[in-house]
């Protein structure tokens, strides 16, 4: 069956319909991951996109339901040069094709996706629909795209209620994870380093959380327009007014920035895929790893950089001046993409230990090693 994808500026491209048999509007992004497909689909912080692969064939080793990182698949729609006919991997349970059908998510295969996202890339990211009907009227759609928004979508990714996730080894810490969309992997990377984690839904108050006396707080990625989560943002700042030492990914480092008196704005286009260059600015090391923090309104004397994007030189993380704090735009837990960036958890460890975050690099790295070593010996006691 043909299916079009209309973009809000009138390019139309033609292609074949896959997954779900509905027609969407929705955000259009693009991923620049050349795997993980799977991951991606389940990362909370596509809700209200549609999410284009760059990569040009995806679902080659097909869908392992172990792997996803949260309960169901976000995104609005899917959009690929090539949807592999065939899946080949001993752990595969489903095509991707069945994946998408079985969640409800519409996408478009056959399409020149360098050619769209190069549009995105000059244009900017956009509106779009993806829908089977070839007689549909564009004049009449265009208005609609431009007025589509993703909205409060936090409320829709967050859980339902507080649970507690234990930690692998003897228990040392216990961390509040606030989850905003939170992937499943930052509860596990904590988990793994010994923390007994309590994950809170979004609506939670700081008072709460305070009151049940965490080591550490964990405030995670999400979706959507931090500007949109007012409430949350005056709960955060009741967070930054005590001594708990905080850590921050994605939606909640933006969000922590909108709570000390910064400002973010929209990115041309956002930094999406696990190949993305980011250097630590205390070590100077590179590791390879939407919305942004507005530098230029930043107050040094509350927070200043400590992680800057290589490619364009904006900003990836922010150490909080004479705080606990510190904060990363993008996601160290990985999954999908290199692990380069997990020391940032141990760091996040050291902060909780010491009560401080100056000094922490060193440790973290040295504790980041050991744990690497241990869990490769535990991978080669297992035969993985």
């Avoid at 050349?34 to 389940?42: D, H, N, Q, R, S």
């Avoid at 779009?128 to 070839?134: L, P, S």
Wanted: with cysteine; proline share 4%; charged share 25%.
């Amino acid at each position: 069956m043909k299916a079009f994808l209309i973009l809000e500026d009138g390019t139309v491209f033609e292609g074949t319909h896959i997954g779900a048999d509905k027609e969407i509007i929705s955000e259009i992004v693009f991923n620049t991951s050349m795997a993980g497909y799977l991951e991606v689909l389940t990362d909370p912080s596509y809700a209200g996109q549609a999410v284009c692969m760059t990569y040009p064939l995806i679902g080659n080793y097909g869908i392992c339901l172990e792997d996803m990182e949260s309960k169901q698949a976000w995104p609005d729609g899917f959009i690929v040069r090539e949807l592999s006919r065939m899946a080949s991997n001993f752990r595969k349970d489903i095509t991707i094709q069945e994946f998408l059908q079985n969640q409800g998510i519409p996408g478009i295969a056959g399409i020149d996706t360098r050619a769209l996202t190069k549009i995105l890339r000059e244009k900017g990211t956009m509106n779009g629909m993806i829908t089977t009907d070839a007689s549909c009227d564009i004049h009449s759609i265009l208005p609609r795209l431009k007025e589509y928004t993703t909205g409060r979508v936090v409320e829709k990714v967050t859980c339902g209620e507080k649970y507690t996730i234990q930690g692998s080894a003897k228990p040392v810490w216990r961390v509040a994870l606030w989850d905003f969309g939170a992937k499943d992997n930052i509860a596990h990377s904590l988990a793994e380093r010994g923390c007994n984690v309590t994950v809170y839904p979004a609506g939670t108050t700081a008072q709460e959380i305070i009151e049940d006396k965490p080591d550490g707080i964990m405030l995670s990625n999400g979706p959507g327009d931090p500007k949109e989560c007012g409430e949350i943002i005056r709960e955060i700042r009741k967070l930054y007014d005590t001594d708990i030492p905080i850590f921050a990914i994605c939606l909640g480092h933006q969000l922590m920035a909108l709570a000390t008196g910064a400002d973010t704005f929209k990115m041309k286009y956002g930094h999406r895929g696990g190949n993305h260059p980011v250097k630590d600015l205390e070590t100077g090391r590179v590791y390879i790893s939407s919305y942004v923090v507005d530098m230029d309104k930043l107050d040094p004397s509350v927070a200043t950089a400590a992680f800057v994007n290589v490619n364009d030189g904006t900003n990836e993380g922010l150490k909080y001046t004479g705080k606990n704090i510190f904060t990363v735009q993008y996601h160290p837990e990985a999954c999908p993409g290199p692990r380069d960036s997990g020391y940032l958890f141990d760091r996040f460890l050291v902060m909780m230990e010491t009560g401080s975050a100056d000094n922490a690099c060193g440790r973290a790295a040295r504790a980041d090693a050991a744990w690497r070593a241990d869990h490769r010996n535990l991978q080669t006691e297992k035969g993985e």
